[in-house]
């Protein structure tokens, strides 16, 4: 064991995709794939469930999958129905705070649920939630790290230069910020990732 507790042998592990049991698996295909543009890459039916396989990315054969057999009756998050009571946040990268920005244009023409814009200070982020009440999160990195959880609402009538400067200034003043570069060449180490940050 290391230092940090971990085996020293290990396989590589990378985070693939996840899947998770619904109601109505047509209409939950219909929102994943209109309103977030994934592809059906295959479907079926095994052992007692019928399966979606849904991707946005050819080298992935499946990211998100649709299983049927959803229980009825799973209790909203106690303190929170925001977020999920098993499954917390489902999380999906996007590539720009413009991106975001329609992102979030789409949600409000399409009346998706429970949209809650909110800023981590790393990360600029959307929350909503799908047709069943899954917790859906999109978010960007920022270039700035401090100690998390953090979170205040994003005001959207800002413009995004002004998002970015009130972000970097708070971030600055918090306890613990470093440039999230430092942070990564930090954590790197600590996983055993072997790869340059510059
Ligand atoms: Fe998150």
Do not use: C
Request: aromatic share 14%; net charge negative; no cysteine.
């Amino acid at each position: 064991m290391t230092s940090e507790g971990k085996t020293q042998h290990h396989p590589n592990l990378k985070f693939s995709h996840f899947g998770f049991a619904v109601h109505d698996i047509e209409f939950m295909r219909d929102f994943y794939t209109r309103v977030l543009d994934f592809t059906v890459t295959d479907r079926g039916h095994v052992e007692g469930m019928d399966l979606i396989f849904l991707s946005r990315d050819p080298d992935d054969h499946h990211q998100v999958v649709l299983a049927s057999g959803k229980p009825q009756g799973i209790p909203a998050h106690p303190h929170n129905p925001q977020f999920g009571s098993v499954i917390n946040q489902i999380s999906f990268k996007v590539s720009s705070l413009e991106e975001l920005r329609k992102i979030h244009e789409i949600f409000l023409a399409e009346n998706v649920a429970s949209i809650f814009p909110a800023n981590h200070g790393i990360a600029w982020s959307i929350y909503a939630h799908d047709p069943e009440g899954n917790n859906l999160e999109f978010f960007v990195d920022t270039d700035w790290y401090f100690p998390q959880p953090f979170l205040v609402p994003i005001d959207f009538t800002m413009t995004d230069a002004e998002i970015r400067a009130a972000t970097e200034k708070f971030s600055r003043e918090q306890e613990g910020f470093e440039p999230y570069g430092e942070w990564r060449k930090r954590f790197a180490n600590r996983m055993n990732v072997y790869r340059a940050y510059a």
